[in-house]
C-alpha cells in the first residue's frame, strides 16, 4: 500500500497563491503519475492537473496553477496563483503507483481543504 500525506492548505483571499504538497511512502516500485482532484461541496470530483511525462491541466486552473513533481522524492506540488471563490474546494492528490509486492493501482490522499474567500 502507498500513502499519501498532503500539505499546505488553508484559508486565502481572492487574487491569492497557496502551495499544496504530497508526498507519497511505502514500497513503492514506480510511480506512473501523480496528480491533483478537487471536490466543492455538492459537486463531483473533477480533475485539477496530472503529471506524467508532461503536465495537463483542467481549463479552469490554466494559466493559474502549475503542477510538477520531485521523483526522488515521490512528491507532488501544486502551485495556485491568482485564486478565485470558485476554487474553493477539498484537494485530493491521486498516484497511480506499482508496488514491489506487485499489482498497480491508484491511491488517493486524506484530503486538504483550500478556500477562498474575502
Known amino acids: 500500500q502507498a500513502q499519501l500525506v498532503e500539505s499546505g492548505g488553508g484559508l486565502v483571499q481572492p487574487g491569492g497563491s497557496l502551495r499544496l504538497s504530497c508526498a507519497a511512502s511505502?514500497?513503492?516500485?514506480?510511480?506512473?503519475?501523480m496528480g491533483w482532484y478537487r471536490q466543492a461541496p455538492e459537486k463531483q470530483r473533477e480533475l485539477v492537473a496530472l503529471i506524467t511525462s508532461s503536465p495537463t491541466y483542467a481549463d479552469s486552473v490554466k494559466g493559474r496553477f502549475t503542477i510538477s513533481r520531485d521523483n526522488a522524492k515521490n512528491t507532488v506540488y501544486l502551485q495556485m496563483n491568482n485564486l478565485k471563490p470558485e476554487d474553493t474546494a477539498v484537494y485530493y492528490c491521486?498516484?497511480?503507483?506499482?508496488?514491489?509486492?506487485?499489482?498497480?493501482?491508484?491511491?488517493w490522499g486524506q484530503g486538504t481543504q483550500v478556500t477562498v474567500s474575502s
Open positions: 511505502g514500497s513503492i516500485l514506480r510511480i506512473y503519475g
Open positions: 491521486y498516484t497511480s503507483a506499482e508496488m514491489v509486492a506487485g499489482g498497480r493501482r491508484g491511491y
